[in-house]
């Protein structure tokens, strides 16, 4: 008798529409995560004047983001919070260009060769860890002094301030960060101003130089449309962006906040360490 072999063609449709549906789900689903601590990461950054690139990054190297894209994903995301911050602090007259100009000066031409600068995933990782961790110490080793009000600042020589602002923006640039969270421990170590000035120039400074950034960025083979998958994400953090503004302004005191801060970057810095390291 002659054998007839069974048609599997109805179950190959049936496992591809299952293998199809699960790839949604998993899509979705980390949507929604990355959605979520965005929106929150948003908060914690904007009550305090920063972007939150680094812990964009972060989070996006965790959940298996395409490399290539997040570091344009983070900058793009500092743009629309600290816009808020930005013109909430100008419009308080907190806004020192004496102060801000010089490390813009350094910054702005180093952000855009940095951020057009090809870079290896293992060491872009490495180096990222590198920066959380120092973001994180200057933070909790400094917190206190966003709340001090010593009248005795120094004038910084403008060579210093250019240098300064030129290491910041290279390091910004590569790595996808606007380079405020760097700028601001540094300036208050160094008695460069009173605190008011400080956050504003750090909030222009991480603007700025994410504008500049995402053009060095955007020389790359990077593809556009890919960046407007993740329209969520800019939804997400304009929300939370908002919402840090008005603690800012309103509730916590900025000292407490920046303690938060650091401690998150802490702890995304660990993680990234754990990834790397174990």
């Keep these: 008798s002659t054998s007839i072999a069974p048609d599997l063609s109805v179950s190959k449709v049936l496992v591809s529409v299952t293998v199809r549906s699960a790839i949604l789900t998993f899509i979705k689903f980390k949507m929604i995560i990355l959605s979520i601590l965005f929106f929150v990461t948003a908060i914690f ?69 940095g951020g057009s600068l090809q870079i290896d995933k293992n060491l872009f990782e490495f180096f990222l860890f590198l920066v959380l961790i120092f973001a994180g110490t200057m933070l909790l080793i400094k917190f206190k002094s966003y709340d001090d009000e010593d009248k005795k600042y120094k ?32 300036l208050f170590l160094i008695k460069a101003g009173k605190p008011k000035h400080i956050v504003t120039a750090a909030s222009l400074f991480i603007l700025i130089n994410s504008i500049s950034g995402v053009i ?3 020389t790359k083979n990077i593809v556009l449309t890919e960046v407007s998958n993740y329209w969520y994400l800019f939804l997400a953090v304009m929300i939370g962006g908002h919402i840090g503004n008005f603690l800012n302004l309103k509730i916590f005191p900025t000292r407490i906040l920046a303690l938060v801060t650091a401690m998150l970057v802490l702890f995304v810095s660990i993680r990234i360490g754990i990834k790397l390291f174990l």
């Design 216 to 218: 060095g960025q955007l």
């Design 155 to 186: 004038d910084i020589p403008i060579i210093i301030s250019i240098l300064i602002g030129g290491i910041l923006g290279f390091v910004s640039g590569v790595v996808g960060v606007g380079g405020g969270i760097f700028l601001s421990p540094i």
């Design 45 to 113: 950054y904007a009550s305090v004047g920063f972007g939150g690139g680094s812990t964009y990054l972060a989070l996006l190297l965790i959940l298996g983001v395409p490399y290539y894209i997040f570091p344009v994903i983070a900058l793009i995301c500092n743009i629309f919070v600290v816009s808020g911050n930005s013109f909430n602090y100008i419009r308080a007259g907190n806004l020192n260009l004496k102060l801000l100009i010089p490390y813009l000066i350094g910054s702005i031409p180093l952000a855009y060769i």
